[in-house]
């Protein structure tokens, strides 16, 4: 329910796309968020206002001179309550009419009397979206600090291919985290993330690998980023969908990693290293494929791979995770020590619900001074924030707040 305190004024336009703001309007309520939608008269041809009052629990705004009794009187009531603004389809018409500042409907009313920030997702035939009109409108809106997202390329309701598609929902709920989470407690902090399991190659169709999931990292980063840090996630092979609203780099070896993350840390104020990286990798890659041979076993030569967190030099604050199947807390120490991170995240992958590919994950975090923080079993996106809490309260003492 990370949404429970935040108002969303969703505006929803005519356009063939409508029907996928249901599914918007119903994310945002599950995440907590008090959903007000606001349909213009077009809208209504495409979607019915009772799938938004029934989705979102709370009335319509259909029509401006016949408000809902709560907003009787103001016109300007939604605005003044929004925590931010989604246009989601936003039609060439509304897209216009804003541009111009035009308000003779709710919608236009309200984007033009709110102070909140307002993302649009356009959707359109491609002809319309690329019609040097809208093209103005949306550079317009766009220098005045709108956040526009899309529109996708994709089959579109003519039946042709192009750019005009709605974005996804997810892409747009992670824009709305994204801009909701500017005046986070991370805002300005710059978070470099690792997550997924390192592949390390045998031969040209055979790798070395770990069963991380990427969960944890991804996780992390996307709660980095709900918190207003600016991310940075560098990623091995997981099949997660991409997180919106940060920088995504993906990479498969170790080796390929240790230079990802080098380059991103660069002016980065933390580095929290959540991928599970290999120690060793095959010390000689094969350029053809293995064949099944005569002999009853086959040796691969392992060296040692480079051991990111501590070759790589800076001022940022340091997390490490550690996995550990015995003997937790001691080895989890030892590796805070040897590696001088800030903070150990050490997890038991043998409890159950526990660690590498599970939702939930339960952890115990130890800090410079040996102070340690047993979780219980809890959501990974829970625990992110856990871990980001004490991140935020070590970059706060540093900085003598
Ligand atoms: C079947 C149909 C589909 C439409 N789809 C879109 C669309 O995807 N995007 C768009 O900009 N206009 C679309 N239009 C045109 C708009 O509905 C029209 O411009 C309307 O005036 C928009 O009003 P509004 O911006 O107040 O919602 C469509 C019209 C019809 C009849």
Known sequence: MEMKDKTVVLGVTGSIAAYKAAELA????????????????????????????????????????ELAAEYSVEHVALAEAADVVVIAPATANIIAKIAAGIADDMLCCTVLATKAPIIMAPAMDVRMYENQATQDNLAKLKARGFTIVGPGYGRLASGKRGLGRLVDVNEILGTIRQVLGRSGDLAGKRIVVTAGGTQEPVDPVRCLTNRSSGKMGYALAEAARDRGAQVALISAPSALPKPIGMDVVNVGTTQEMHQAVKKAVNKADALIMAAAVADYRPKKVSKSKIKRQRASSLTLELERTPDILVEVK????????????????????????????????????????????????????????????????????????????????IMAKRSGR
């Open 26 to 65: 119903s994310q945002l309520t599950q995440a907590g968020a008090k959903v007000e939608v606001i349909m213009t008269e077009a809208a209504t041809e495409f979607i019915a206002p009772l799938t938004f009052r029934n989705i979102t629990g709370r009335p319509v705004v259909t029509k401006m001179f």
């Open 314 to 393: 800076g001022k940022f604050l340091r997390v490490g995770f550690a996995a550990e199947s015995e003997d937790l807390v001691a080895n989890a120490k030892e590796k805070l020590q040897k590696k001088q991170l800030d903070l150990i995240i050490a997890n038991d992958i043998t409890s159950k619900g526990s660690g590498i590919g599970a939702d939930t994950n339960q952890v115990v975090i130890i800090d410079r001074a040996g102070k340690i923080e047993e979780l219980p079993l809890l959501l990974k996106k829970e625990v992110a924030d856990r871990i980001l809490d004490k991140v935020v309260g």
